[in-house]
């Protein structure tokens, strides 16, 4: 396990989850999609923030181990990973220690280290993220996975499964090459019994750096047609925004300084219908 820095990774010692790492999560919410490029690091980061700025303690899992970006998003990368009594504690991402952070990239030796692991090796380590990480009290905890609906998929949903997660929000983008993998997403949701709590829509059109006028690049309703087929609530559409663009690489906080951009608007939304998902469950 030369990938990894400090202590080497192994199956968790508990053959169980570890009931009280997560006893403090009040909602568990998975970001899935049936291919790459969708975005789904993107939606997971700025809902955390989103649901943050509503006065929300957030927690992010980043379980895409062969390509965590979001620590590079957070401008959290090459922070260490500490370890208390009840195991990993998690990076927090801001001052006010609002959202906590986990990822195999704080675990690698070098930042373009790849992690070059068999399956089992990398269901042991997602196992171990949850069992083994200290969130501490957290109203949301985002899950931030791979593309598809493999053996890493399984290992999140199973592990997951003790704590009743809250379901998944399955990101596409507007062409129908993107729609039909999400589709067969949508079918491995129904197949382990997560619910899903909608989809979104992601690279809806461009925005206009000059004049804010989103233009649709690609097609558009893509989406919002297969949420309709499918029979599950349509979050939103959220455009390609050079300020979005441009704050995911520089770390800052978008949600807080662009309230006036039409991905603003469209992130905002998507986070008070995750706000508004376990009201309409009771």
């Not at 690609?218 to 050079?242: C, I, K, M, T, Y």
Request: glycine share 10%; aromatic share 6%.
């Amino acid at each position: 396990m030369e990938a990894v820095a400090a202590q080497p990774l192994t199956p968790s010692r508990h053959a169980h989850p570890e009931p009280g790492n997560l006893s403090g999560v009040r909602h568990i919410v998975l970001i899935l999609s049936g291919k790459g490029g969708v975005g789904k690091s993107t939606i997971s980061t700025e809902l955390a923030l989103a649901l943050r700025h509503a006065g929300k303690k957030v927690g992010i899992l980043d379980v895409d181990l062969c390509g965590p970006s979001i620590p590079c998003m957070l401008r959290a990368q090459g922070r260490a990973v500490h370890q208390c009594d009840s195991g990993w504690v998690p990076v927090f991402v801001d001052q006010e220690q609002k959202v906590s952070l986990m990822s195999v990239g704080f675990l690698l030796e070098k930042p373009d280290e790849a992690v070059v692991w068999r399956g089992p090796k990398k269901n042991a380590l997602i196992k171990q993220f949850v069992s083994d990480v200290a969130w501490g009290q957290l109203d949301y905890l985002v899950v931030d996975t791979p593309p598809g609906t493999s053996d890493e998929h399984m290992a999140a949903v199973e592990a997951l499964r003790p704590y009743s997660p809250l379901g998944a929000i399955v990101v596409t983008t507007p062409q129908a090459v993107s729609v039909g993998d999400v589709r067969r997403e949508l079918t491995f949701c129904r197949k382990t019994g997560l619910r899903v709590i909608g989809i979104v829509e992601n690279m809806s059109g461009f925005v206009c750096p000059h004049c804010t006028e989103c233009t649709n690049v690609f097609s558009r309703g893509g989406g919002e047609e297969l949420a309709r087929h499918a029979g599950v609530p349509f979050l939103g559409s959220v455009p390609l925004d050079p300020k979005l663009t441009r704050s995911l690489e520089e770390g800052r906080d978008f949600i807080q300084e662009f309230p006036h951009s039409p991905a603003f608007q469209a992130l905002s939304a998507i986070a008070q219908k995750v706000l508004e998902a376990p009201a309409q469950l009771s």
